[in-house]
């Protein structure tokens, strides 16, 4: 969910909206935020799920440190979703264990 | 690449050594692996308490771009989105640009690196939704995108009342604060901003696990009694989508290990603490360590302890020896008055305890 | 949440009595005046230089609590966005024959109108009584604090500290 308006902050800025395709399903994006931000703003929470017990995981640091948030982006596995921008037409897709074709 | 002295992290303490090293004549390199300088204060939308000296009373990103201005003026190198992945030999510094990687060589290293957040496991703590405080103030103070509606916030020092309140600003409901110890940990003045917003605060509580199948749909909080053991029959269940985790921090301090630094474990601080002197000179001769990594303390004091550092590797370079023993000890007078009260007083004696075993 | 177990207790208006920042019940008779709910030794002084008739003192050292010389306040309310803790208020007893003014500091959105009735809130956010906005201020040297003044019944001036608000999603 955008913060819109903001006590302290004000509006949100003016950026350019671009569309991303997760999963399939395409969203809008702000170009240039994370690829997370963008995620969560579209009700997305769900980033990858672990090799062994397919487990979700999330975004958790936001300073790609953890690892968490890691996803499949133009078909790289292992990207780190919290510290990567969004560019135009990106394609996205959870990453299941180790990004491994399924 | 060479520097006189390498900056490792443009935070408050760092972007204060450079503006002082820099000021007295020695030639600087200040890295950050962030692409905004400021560290911490740059997603800190709150007025910042602290002495007018340092500039409390701005909004934290304020007083980020006032240090920054300076040191633009003092046109002092920065290398923005460049990590310092290593310390080698003597004060060799392996640097990840978003080029390449590189080597800077420097006569004198100070490393103001910050502190990383703690987090507690506990069952359903890996679902997606638990997070770090600090990730949920990123999120919703710079990219502008809240985290959830319903949040149960783990943690009463100063970063979790003021995450929560600021998480109230952006719209969320913050459901419940849950403390463990018996009473709350950080000032009251901030305590009282989001009681008076109605936030329940409930000291000798933790959060007992996270409910959901994909992501967290619920919490259980429980009781806990004096040695934090968990009280059965007290648990209660809510609706919440995040839990988010103020549970201390940590000093950031990988490359101070690597340098060789010798440590002491200082509780009261955050944990393991690189050895240092007044003039936060570590064991190792020329590596400095100012801020958060010297101990987790305030915006005021890694301000000071970065002008310490910053003037005391210029006067060891030769600059200004003169004005750097006057200035040197101003500043240790207003430290040792911002370490004062129930809350800095036990920090003044963690640093004379770290001082006591400090090479002179 | 409901429940047995209650969530800890906000400060209360006795032990606030009893710091050098909260006014006399003389000098809060007379009107307009500041209330400083500062009760711990923390390294902070804006306020100490925020106020342009020099009435809240801290001196040496930082920790010291914040003192109100009462005499010199005029409850001008200048102090109030300058206080990082939002723990200055401005009380007037005067206001009108039953009513009180009690000014705070409010960070939230939507901001209410003058004129708007409103539900206010005591220090647990707990809703009290209605008031009346009487004026939002927010000028470019509040740095986005804005102060609200609201009138309520005079037996609610010490205990009013806020309106409900805050809690908007979106
Ligand atoms: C929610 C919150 C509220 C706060 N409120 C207040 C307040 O009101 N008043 C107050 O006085 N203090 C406050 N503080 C504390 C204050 O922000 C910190 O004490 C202060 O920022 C510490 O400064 P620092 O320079 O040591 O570290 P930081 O600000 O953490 O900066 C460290 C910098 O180092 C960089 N870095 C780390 N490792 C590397 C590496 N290997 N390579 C390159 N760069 C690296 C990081 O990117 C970062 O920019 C608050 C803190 C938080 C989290
Ligand atoms: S209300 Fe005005 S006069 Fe009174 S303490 Fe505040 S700033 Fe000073
Ligand atoms: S500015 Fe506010 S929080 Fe700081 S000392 Fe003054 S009253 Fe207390
Ligand atoms: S959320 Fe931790 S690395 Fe991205």
Redesign the pocket.
């Known amino acids: 969910m955008r913060i819109k308006s903001h006590p302290i902050l004000g509006d949100i800025p003016k950026r350019k909206l671009v569309k991303i395709e997760v999963d399939g399903r395409t969203i809008e994006a702000f170009e240039g935020e994370p690829i997370a931000a963008a995620l969560l703003a579209a009700g997305i929470k769900v980033f990858r799920r672990t090799v062994k017990r397919r487990e979700p995981r999330g975004l958790f640091c936001t300073i790609g440190q953890c690892t968490d948030c890691m996803m499949t982006v133009n078909g790289m596995p292992n990207v780190r979703t919290c510290i990567t921008p969004v560019e135009e037409g990106m394609e996205i897709s959870t990453q299941i264990g180790r990004g491994e074709r399924s | 690449m060479d520097a006189e002295v390498a900056v490792?992290?443009?935070?408050?303490?760092?972007l204060s050594a450079s503006i002082e090293a820099a000021r007295l004549g020695a030639k600087i390199v200040l890295?950050?692996?962030?692409g905004k300088p400021?560290?911490?204060?740059f997603k800190?939308i709150?007025k910042?308490?602290?002495s007018m000296e340092h500039l409390a009373g701005l909004r934290?990103y304020d007083i980020g771009n006032k240090l920054w201005q300076r040191a633009m003026e003092l046109k002092i190198n920065v290398m923005l989105n460049?990590?310092?992945?290593g310390i080698f030999g003597d004060k060799t510094l392996g640097l990840l640009t978003t080029m390449g990687s590189e080597i800077l060589r420097a006569q004198r290293i100070i490393l103001?690196?910050?502190?990383s957040e703690n987090t507690i496991a506990f069952p359903g703590w890996t679902l997606p939704g638990v997070m770090g405080?600090?990730a949920a103030?990123t999120l919703i103070n710079v990219h502008r995108v809240l985290p959830g509606k319903r949040i149960l916030m783990v943690g009463s020092g100063?970063?979790g009342l003021?995450?929560s309140y600021q998480l109230l600003q952006a719209g969320a409901e913050v459901v419940a604060l849950v403390e463990a110890a018996p009473k709350i940990g950080g000032y009251r003045v901030h305590a009282a901003k989001i009681q008076r917003a109605g936030v329940p605060i409930m000291v000798s509580h933790t959060v007992k696990r996270a409910h959901g199948r994909d992501y967290v749909e619920a919490a259980t909080i429980v009781r806990v009694d004096d040695d934090l053991k968990m009280i059965p029959g007290t648990e209660k269940t809510f609706d919440v989508d995040t839990i988010c985790l103020a549970v201390g921090l940590t000093p950031?301090s990988e490359?101070a290990w690597m340098s060789g630094c010798k440590f002491i474990f200082v509780p009261t601080l955050g944990g393991h603490v690189p050895i240092h002197n007044e003039d936060l000179e570590t064991t190792v001769e020329g590596i400095y360590v100012?801020?958060?990594?010297a101990g987790?303390?305030?915006?005021?004091i890694?301000m000071e302890e970065?002008r310490l550092a910053g003037i005391a590797a210029a006067e060891s370079l030769g600059y200004a020896r003169e004005e750097a023993t006057k200035l040197k000890k101003e500043i240790k007078e207003r430290v040792q008055q911002l370490r004062r009260g129930p809350f800095g007083e036990d920090r003044y004696l963690a640093k004379q305890r770290i001082m006591k075993v400090a090479p002179r | 949440m409901n429940g047995e177990i209650a969530p800890t207790k906000a400060i209360t208006l006795e032990e606030l009595r009893n710091t050098p920042g909260f006014p006399s019940e003389k000098r809060l008779s007379l009107g307009r005046v500041a209330v400083i709910e500062c009760p711990e030794e923390i390294p902070c002084n804006p306020c100490e230089f925020a106020c342009p008739k020099e009435a809240i003192k801290i001196g040496q050292p930082i920790t010291n609590l914040p003192q109100l010389i009462e005499e010199r306040c005029d409850g001008c309310g200048i102090c109030i966005p300058s206080c990082?803790g939002l723990a200055i208020f401005v009380v007037d007893l005067t206001y009108s024959k039953t009513q009180a003014l009690v000014e705070f500091p409010h960070e939230f959105l939507p901001l209410p109108k003058d004129g708007q009735e409103v539900d206010a809130t005591d220090r647990h956010g707990k809703v009290l009584t209605k008031g009346e906005v009487v004026k939002v201020r927010n000028p470019k040297g509040y740095n986005s604090t804005p102060v609200i003044s609201l009138a309520v019944p005079r037996r609610y001036a010490n205990e009013v500290r806020g309106i409900l608000g805050g809690v908007r999603i979106g």
């Not at chain 2, 103001?112 to 502190?115: D, F, I, K, P, S």
């Open positions: 490792v992290g443009a935070g408050p303490a760092g890295i950050d692996e962030n400021g560290g911490q204060l800190q709150h910042f308490f602290g934290g460049t990590t310092v992945f103001a690196t910050g502190g405080a600090g103030q100063n970063v003021i995450v950031l490359l100012a801020g958060d990594i987790i303390e305030e915006a005021s890694a970065g | 990082p």
